[in-house]
């Protein structure tokens, strides 16, 4: 019997009604995995108020010890529960087991610090005349409705949950469509932690236009941290400034360019351009999906970078040689391959890629790793978000040049920079309009460094100190030293 995931709402598990259950499909063989339960604007608003009742209740009793301790339990329990996790994830996403199982150890990671943290938040005291003694508290924002995307579901899930509890907030968590499994485990390992009040964690999945949007418009939410879309990420600044001006972080799309000066250390160079847009199948919103390269190497680069993808094993994601497993599903494929159809009709060159495997793979959402060379910066397919196995190389000039596109898409999430000289690479760095960069290097994150982009990629930052102060209230408080009249009248 294929399970059924039930809605997490106030400490109960809340089966959803057969006739709207949505089915959870194992990407990579198109079988059934379970199928989840879709909650109602009603529903959504059960677990609205089981947050708000917890954060007035029992959590907002807690000190930052206890919440600390909480968080650091969580990660010991998904530690324990590792091997599982990561196998749950695989069949959730499709993702190689052991990006999965990295996956699962940067979660654990992700409770521990916020573990740490929650006894170092601390106010200020601000520098007033004598007569006065001015404090900045910081409280926190209350709570908060979380909207996350299916690349990375469980790590994606505590990223939002971990800074929140740390600040003492509470939560209404919303997995994507395609990939509840394993934040549903994740509800079944809270359910009843010791230190951990019902109410604090709710996690609800469903439709993003019904159980998102009821998150982004209920006046009893205060907050929204999203990651998704530029798109849907619009909608929810929109259905706060409607509502009630609810604090808002949004963690969106990218288009990050991979730059490469001819001096660059050659291996590493070519395997960061592919390693860089080819991880998690290239779903990952800070995939270096642009290929910038200096001239003078450009053919011999890209004949390099070709045979290098070439050689990634793509097929299923249990068998450890893997290294790309199939898309989320088969209709993100298909909005993929529209990206490989507009890239051939704009005139750039396909040097690989493009094609749905078959054989003992066509029954899975596969996507070969796809290459287009020769692209001009303002095509289609070196603009828009692609978000799957594709990249497009785009040669350049010199340093201006290189900047110059790499500023030019609307986007600002990361960008790289791959030189020996180290004078270039800080005027690159300091040039880039993006919230991350890397110097030699193409996409390592850690929890410990702040992480969210500029422009249309978002607003405000994840992770690190920074990622706590978006579940942080601000208030001023000012203390009289004196117990005389002002005389003013
Ligand atoms: P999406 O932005 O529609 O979905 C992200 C989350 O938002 C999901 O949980 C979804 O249910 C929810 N959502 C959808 N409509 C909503 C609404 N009206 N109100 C509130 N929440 C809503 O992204 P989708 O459709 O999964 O993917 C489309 C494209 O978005 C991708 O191809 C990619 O370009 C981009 N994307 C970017 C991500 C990132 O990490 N920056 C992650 C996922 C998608
Ligand atoms: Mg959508």
Not at 173 to 183: H, S, V
Not at 353 to 358: E, F, H, T
Request: aromatic residues 8%; charged residues 20%.
């Amino acid at each position: 019997m294929t399970e059924k995931l039930p809605l997490y709402i106030g400490g109960r598990f809340v089966e959803g009604s057969d006739a709207s259950l949505q089915d959870v499909v194992n990407p990579a063989t198109g079988a059934l995995l379970a199928r989840a339960a879709r909650a109602t604007a009603a529903e959504t608003g059960a677990a609205v108020a089981a947050a708000r009742a917890a954060f007035e209740g029992e959590w907002s009793a807690t000190t930052a010890q206890q919440r600390g301790q909480v968080l650091f339990e969580i990660a010991r329990q998904l530690r324990e529960r590792a091997a599982d996790l990561a196998r749950l994830e695989t069949e959730n996403v499709g993702k190689p087991l052991a990006e999965s199982e990295f996956d699962v150890a940067d979660a654990a990671s992700c409770f521990e610090y916020y573990g740490g943290l929650a006894t170092k938040i601390t106010g200020e005291v601000n520098p007033v005349p004598d007569d006065a003694l001015s404090l900045t508290l910081k409280e926190p924002v209350g709570v908060c409705g979380q909207i996350i995307p299916w690349n990375y579901p469980l790590l994606m899930a505590a990223w939002k949950i971990a800074p929140a509890l740390c600040a003492g907030c509470t939560v209404v968590l919303k997995p994507a469509e395609a990939t509840p499994a394993t934040a549903m485990e994740l509800a079944k390992l809270l359910d009843g932690m010791a230190g951990l009040p019902k109410g604090v964690v709710n996690i609800v999945t469903g439709d993003g236009p019904v159980v998102g949007a009821a998150l982004a418009t209920s006046p009893d939410v205060d907050k929204v941290a999203f990651t998704g879309s530029t798109k849907i990420g619009r909608t929810i600044l929109r259905a706060a400034a409607d509502t009630n001006m609810k604090r808002v972080t949004l963690e969106l799309g990218g288009k990050s360019p991979n730059i490469f000066f001819a001096d660059a250390n050659w291996e590493a160079a070519v395997e960061g351009a592919v390693f860089g847009v080819f991880v998690n199948q290239g779903e990952v919103c800070s995939a270096g999906s642009r290929i910038l390269v200096e001239r003078s190497i450009h053919k011999r680069f890209v004949e390099a970078v070709v045979e290098k993808a070439k050689a990634i094993r793509l097929g299923d994601p249990f068998d450890r040689a893997t290294k790309m497993g199939p898309l989320v599903t088969a209709a993100h494929r298909e909005r993929v391959m529209g990206y490989v159809a507009q890239g051939q009709r704009e005139g750039a060159k396909l040097v690989l890629g493009g094609k749905k495997p078959g054989g003992s793979l066509a029954s899975g959402a596969f996507l070969e790793p796809t290459i287009f060379d020769e692209v001009a910066p303002d095509m289609v397919i070196a603009q828009e978000e692609i978000f799957g196995p594709v990249v497009s190389v785009i040669p350049f000039d010199d340093e201006t040049h290189a900047v110059t596109i790499a500023n030019g898409t609307p986007y600002g999430l990361a960008g790289a920079v791959w030189t020996r000289d180290i004078y270039r690479a800080f005027r690159v760095v300091k040039k880039l309009r993006a919230g991350i960069v890397w110097v030699n290097h193409m996409q390592p994150t850690y929890v410990e460094a702040p992480w969210g982009g500029m422009k249309m990629s978002g607003v405000g930052r994840e992770l690190g100190r920074y990622g706590v102060e978006g579940y942080l209230e601000v208030k001023q408080v000012h203390v009289n030293l004196t117990d005389k009249p002002m005389g003013w009248y």
